[in-house]
């Protein structure tokens, strides 16, 4: 999800180009130590790819149910995208490259980037983890529209999100099955009421309401 027309537009998709090849090269450049790692990434990268659908779920919880489309420059490039994904749950599969890819490419800058600041083993973490989030877009145009053949069995198959398990996050009030990568996290998060619990916990502390619907 992205900008579409917004006062920030021009200047955000400046943005979201930009870390789409920050993202790029700064995986590139962790690759020959992935490689390196061997049979580390066996249980490394399905571990990530969990790793990546919880984060995928937390980052669409804050901003389907915190700040407005007024908030200064997440509420009219990002805020304002998740919202209309309810109404219009088809818009992501009208998106270009870089209006699809470009703020989780933003989040996927600082996972890739936190590779050069750690040991290897958390280098090869941080590797899969940015690398999933990456393409969390694409895997959910994909749930929404047509998609690869290979991606269809992947789907059918429980490793990406399909549109049968995305569905529950699409009936109002729109408060669960925010996981969108694999969609795995949802069934244990949504069971033990987590967002709700974050929420409750978060408007004890501060005062302010979660927006809902
Ligand atoms: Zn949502
Ligand atoms: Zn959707």
């Known amino acids: 999800m992205s900008a579409s027309s917004t006062p920030f537009s021009m200047g955000f998709k400046l943005a979201e180009a930009c870390a789409i090849v920050g993202a790029a090269l700064l995986g590139l450049r962790l690759l020959p ?6 049979v580390l990434n066996v249980p490394v990268a399905p571990l990530m790819l969990f790793g990546a659908d919880v984060l995928s779920g937390v980052v669409h919880w804050a901003f389907d149910r915190w700040g407005t489309v007024e908030t200064p420059l997440v509420g009219p490039n990002l805020i304002r995208t998740f919202r209309e994904h309810h109404t219009d749950p088809l818009g992501i599969t009208r998106h270009g490259f870089v209006e699809a890819n470009g703020g989780p490419a933003m989040g996927a800058i600082v996972l890739l980037g936190l ?7 958390f280098a090869v973490a941080a590797f899969w983890l940015g690398a999933f989030g990456f393409f969390t877009n694409v895997v959910l145009a994909w749930a929404h529209g047509a998609a690869p053949r290979p991606v269809r069995w992947l789907q059918r198959a429980g490793i990406l999100l399909s549109a049968d398990h995305h569905d529950a996050h699409h009936r109002a009030p729109h408060d669960r099955a925010y996981c969108i990568t694999t969609g795995w996290a949802n069934p244990l998060l949504d069971r033990l ?6 929420e409750r916990a978060i408007s004890a502390a501060t005062g302010v309401e979660p927006c809902r619907g």
């Open 33 to 38: 130590l992935v490689i390196d790692a061997g």
């Open 193 to 198: 009421r987590v967002w709700d619990r974050l």
């Open 115 to 121: 590779g050069y600041f750690v040991p290897p083993t």
